[in-house]
T-cell receptor
Framework: DGGITQSPKYLFRKEGQNVTLSCEQN?????MYWYRQDPGQGLRLIYY???????QKGDIAEGYSVSREKKESFPLTVTSAQKNPTAFYLC?????????????FGPGTRLTVL | RKEVEQDPGPFNVPEGATVAFNCTYS??????FFWYRQDCRKEPKLLMS???SGNEDGRFTAQLNRASQYISLLIRDSKLSDSATYLC?????????????FGKGTKLSVIP
Protein backbone atom coordinates (compact mmCIF):
# COMPACT_ATOMS: atom_id res chain seq x y z
CA ASP A 1 0.00 0.00 0.00
CA GLY A 2 1.24 3.46 -0.84
CA GLY A 3 1.30 6.04 1.86
CA ILE A 4 3.15 8.20 4.33
CA THR A 5 4.49 6.81 7.58
CA GLN A 6 5.67 8.76 10.59
CA SER A 7 7.44 7.47 13.63
CA PRO A 8 7.23 7.40 16.49
CA LYS A 9 3.55 8.03 17.14
CA TYR A 10 4.29 9.47 20.59
CA LEU A 11 7.57 10.99 21.70
CA PHE A 12 8.62 12.36 25.05
CA ARG A 13 11.63 14.59 25.37
CA LYS A 14 13.42 16.21 28.23
CA GLU A 15 14.21 19.89 27.97
CA GLY A 16 17.54 20.50 26.28
CA GLN A 17 17.43 17.38 24.13
CA ASN A 18 17.29 17.23 20.36
CA VAL A 19 14.88 14.72 18.85
CA THR A 20 14.36 13.54 15.28
CA LEU A 21 10.96 12.69 13.82
CA SER A 22 10.85 10.29 10.92
CA CYS A 23 8.75 10.71 7.77
CA GLU A 24 8.80 8.24 4.89
CA GLN A 25 6.64 8.08 1.77
CA ASN A 26 6.39 5.51 -0.99
CA UNK A 27 4.11 7.57 -3.21
CA UNK A 28 6.99 8.72 -5.42
CA UNK A 29 6.10 12.32 -4.55
CA UNK A 30 8.68 14.99 -5.18
CA UNK A 31 7.48 17.47 -2.56
CA MET A 32 7.40 16.92 1.18
CA TYR A 33 6.36 19.15 4.07
CA TRP A 34 6.44 19.42 7.84
CA TYR A 35 3.66 21.13 9.76
CA ARG A 36 3.01 21.77 13.40
CA GLN A 37 -0.47 21.82 14.94
CA ASP A 38 -1.26 23.27 18.35
CA PRO A 39 -4.66 22.88 20.06
CA GLY A 40 -7.28 25.14 18.51
CA GLN A 41 -4.84 26.37 15.88
CA GLY A 42 -4.43 25.89 12.18
CA LEU A 43 -1.52 23.92 10.81
CA ARG A 44 1.66 25.96 10.40
CA LEU A 45 4.41 25.17 7.92
CA ILE A 46 7.85 24.45 9.37
CA TYR A 47 9.89 23.35 6.34
CA TYR A 48 9.24 22.01 2.87
CA UNK A 49 11.26 20.35 0.16
CA UNK A 50 10.50 20.38 -3.54
CA UNK A 51 13.28 18.05 -4.58
CA UNK A 52 16.05 15.91 -3.13
CA UNK A 53 18.89 17.85 -1.50
CA UNK A 54 16.86 21.05 -1.41
CA UNK A 55 14.56 22.45 1.26
CA GLN A 56 13.09 25.79 2.26
CA LYS A 57 12.02 27.38 5.52
CA GLY A 58 8.36 27.79 6.21
CA ASP A 59 6.66 30.21 8.56
CA ILE A 60 8.05 28.81 11.82
CA ALA A 61 11.43 27.22 11.02
CA GLU A 62 13.31 28.56 14.04
CA GLY A 63 14.46 25.74 16.31
CA TYR A 64 13.96 23.06 13.65
CA SER A 65 16.17 21.45 11.02
CA VAL A 66 15.55 19.02 8.17
CA SER A 67 17.36 17.02 5.53
CA ARG A 68 16.29 15.52 2.22
CA GLU A 69 18.95 13.03 1.17
CA LYS A 70 16.46 10.62 -0.37
CA LYS A 71 13.24 11.25 -2.26
CA GLU A 72 11.21 9.12 0.11
CA SER A 73 12.54 10.49 3.39
CA PHE A 74 12.26 13.90 5.08
CA PRO A 75 13.25 13.74 8.77
CA LEU A 76 12.65 16.68 11.09
CA THR A 77 14.90 17.47 14.03
CA VAL A 78 13.44 19.47 16.88
CA THR A 79 16.38 21.15 18.56
CA SER A 80 16.76 22.47 22.07
CA ALA A 81 16.47 25.96 20.59
CA GLN A 82 12.76 25.41 19.94
CA LYS A 83 11.07 27.16 22.86
CA ASN A 84 7.68 25.43 22.81
CA PRO A 85 8.15 22.10 21.08
CA THR A 86 5.14 20.29 22.56
CA ALA A 87 2.77 19.87 19.62
CA PHE A 88 1.35 17.50 17.02
CA TYR A 89 3.77 17.22 14.07
CA LEU A 90 2.42 16.29 10.67
CA CYS A 91 4.38 15.32 7.59
CA UNK A 92 2.79 15.65 4.16
CA UNK A 93 3.71 15.05 0.54
CA UNK A 94 2.46 15.99 -2.90
CA UNK A 95 3.35 14.95 -6.43
CA UNK A 96 5.00 18.29 -7.11
CA UNK A 97 4.86 21.69 -5.51
CA UNK A 98 2.28 23.23 -7.81
CA UNK A 99 -0.90 25.31 -7.66
CA UNK A 100 -3.37 22.44 -7.71
CA UNK A 101 -1.50 19.50 -6.25
CA UNK A 102 -3.10 17.92 -3.25
CA UNK A 103 -1.13 17.30 -0.09
CA UNK A 104 -1.54 14.01 1.72
CA PHE A 105 -0.69 13.68 5.38
CA GLY A 106 0.98 11.05 7.50
CA PRO A 107 -0.55 9.95 10.82
CA GLY A 108 1.52 12.43 12.83
CA THR A 109 3.86 12.37 15.80
CA ARG A 110 2.74 13.81 19.12
CA LEU A 111 5.75 15.34 20.89
CA THR A 112 5.66 16.18 24.56
CA VAL A 113 8.47 17.95 26.38
CA LEU A 114 8.73 16.95 30.01
CA ARG B 1 -0.60 38.12 7.05
CA LYS B 2 -2.66 35.93 4.73
CA GLU B 3 -5.54 34.45 6.70
CA VAL B 4 -8.24 31.87 6.38
CA GLU B 5 -11.17 32.42 8.69
CA GLN B 6 -13.79 29.84 9.59
CA ASP B 7 -16.90 29.70 11.72
CA PRO B 8 -15.60 28.98 15.22
CA GLY B 9 -18.22 26.34 16.02
CA PRO B 10 -18.77 23.88 17.53
CA PHE B 11 -21.81 22.81 15.58
CA ASN B 12 -24.00 20.27 17.35
CA VAL B 13 -26.66 18.90 15.01
CA PRO B 14 -29.05 15.93 15.06
CA GLU B 15 -28.67 13.06 12.66
CA GLY B 16 -30.28 13.85 9.32
CA ALA B 17 -29.77 17.58 9.61
CA THR B 18 -28.21 19.78 6.97
CA VAL B 19 -25.25 21.84 8.12
CA ALA B 20 -23.25 24.52 6.35
CA PHE B 21 -19.73 25.71 7.05
CA ASN B 22 -18.38 29.01 5.83
CA CYS B 23 -14.86 30.17 5.19
CA THR B 24 -13.32 33.43 3.99
CA TYR B 25 -9.79 34.04 2.78
CA SER B 26 -7.84 37.25 2.52
CA UNK B 27 -5.31 36.49 -0.23
CA UNK B 28 -6.83 37.42 -3.57
CA UNK B 29 -4.01 35.53 -5.36
CA UNK B 30 -5.25 32.22 -3.97
CA UNK B 31 -5.58 29.60 -6.68
CA UNK B 32 -6.78 26.35 -5.14
CA PHE B 33 -9.22 25.57 -2.40
CA PHE B 34 -9.86 22.47 -0.36
CA TRP B 35 -11.87 21.07 2.51
CA TYR B 36 -10.08 18.62 4.76
CA ARG B 37 -11.61 16.55 7.51
CA GLN B 38 -9.70 15.88 10.73
CA ASP B 39 -10.83 13.36 13.30
CA CYS B 40 -9.79 13.80 16.92
CA ARG B 41 -6.03 13.28 17.32
CA LYS B 42 -5.67 12.13 13.71
CA GLU B 43 -4.20 13.60 10.57
CA PRO B 44 -6.21 15.78 8.17
CA LYS B 45 -7.66 13.92 5.22
CA LEU B 46 -8.78 15.50 1.98
CA LEU B 47 -12.55 15.68 1.77
CA MET B 48 -12.85 17.54 -1.50
CA SER B 49 -11.30 20.17 -3.69
CA UNK B 50 -13.45 23.22 -4.39
CA UNK B 51 -13.97 24.48 -7.92
CA UNK B 52 -15.37 27.76 -9.17
CA SER B 53 -18.41 26.06 -10.65
CA GLY B 54 -19.17 24.33 -7.38
CA ASN B 55 -18.93 20.61 -6.93
CA GLU B 56 -20.80 17.83 -5.24
CA ASP B 57 -19.70 14.50 -3.84
CA GLY B 58 -22.62 12.53 -2.47
CA ARG B 59 -23.99 14.37 0.53
CA PHE B 60 -21.26 17.03 0.36
CA THR B 61 -21.43 20.18 -1.73
CA ALA B 62 -18.68 22.78 -1.94
CA GLN B 63 -19.03 26.27 -3.35
CA LEU B 64 -16.49 28.94 -4.17
CA ASN B 65 -17.11 32.65 -4.71
CA ARG B 66 -13.87 34.24 -5.85
CA ALA B 67 -15.30 37.76 -5.95
CA SER B 68 -16.30 37.55 -2.29
CA GLN B 69 -13.33 35.32 -1.36
CA TYR B 70 -15.72 32.91 0.26
CA ILE B 71 -15.90 29.12 0.38
CA SER B 72 -18.66 26.95 1.76
CA LEU B 73 -19.28 23.32 2.55
CA LEU B 74 -22.78 21.88 2.85
CA ILE B 75 -23.42 18.49 4.41
CA ARG B 76 -26.84 17.00 3.87
CA ASP B 77 -28.43 14.17 5.84
CA SER B 78 -25.73 14.27 8.54
CA LYS B 79 -24.45 10.95 9.84
CA LEU B 80 -22.84 10.19 13.18
CA SER B 81 -19.67 9.40 11.24
CA ASP B 82 -19.53 12.99 9.96
CA SER B 83 -18.50 14.13 13.44
CA ALA B 84 -15.06 15.68 12.98
CA THR B 85 -13.31 19.01 12.55
CA TYR B 86 -13.54 20.48 9.06
CA LEU B 87 -10.58 22.50 7.83
CA CYS B 88 -10.79 25.11 5.11
CA UNK B 89 -7.52 25.21 3.18
CA UNK B 90 -6.34 27.69 0.57
CA UNK B 91 -3.31 27.47 -1.69
CA UNK B 92 -1.60 30.60 -2.99
CA UNK B 93 1.72 31.42 -4.65
CA UNK B 94 4.47 32.50 -2.32
CA UNK B 95 8.19 33.10 -2.73
CA UNK B 96 8.94 30.61 -5.50
CA UNK B 97 6.43 28.07 -4.31
CA UNK B 98 2.79 27.45 -3.49
CA UNK B 99 1.78 27.45 0.14
CA UNK B 100 -1.23 26.09 1.95
CA UNK B 101 -2.91 28.23 4.57
CA PHE B 102 -5.17 26.38 6.98
CA GLY B 103 -8.15 27.66 8.85
CA LYS B 104 -8.43 26.72 12.50
CA GLY B 105 -11.27 24.37 11.71
CA THR B 106 -14.91 24.03 12.67
CA LYS B 107 -15.88 21.15 14.91
CA LEU B 108 -19.02 19.23 14.03
CA SER B 109 -20.78 16.86 16.41
CA VAL B 110 -23.69 14.87 14.99
CA ILE B 111 -25.98 13.75 17.78
CA PRO B 112 -28.18 10.62 17.69
Amino acid sequence: DGGITQSPKYLFRKEGQNVTLSCEQNLNHDAMYWYRQDPGQGLRLIYYSQIVNDFQKGDIAEGYSVSREKKESFPLTVTSAQKNPTAFYLCASSIVQGPTDTQYFGPGTRLTVL
Amino acid sequence: RKEVEQDPGPFNVPEGATVAFNCTYSNSASQSFFWYRQDCRKEPKLLMSVYSSGNEDGRFTAQLNRASQYISLLIRDSKLSDSATYLCVVKAPGAGSYQLTFGKGTKLSVIP
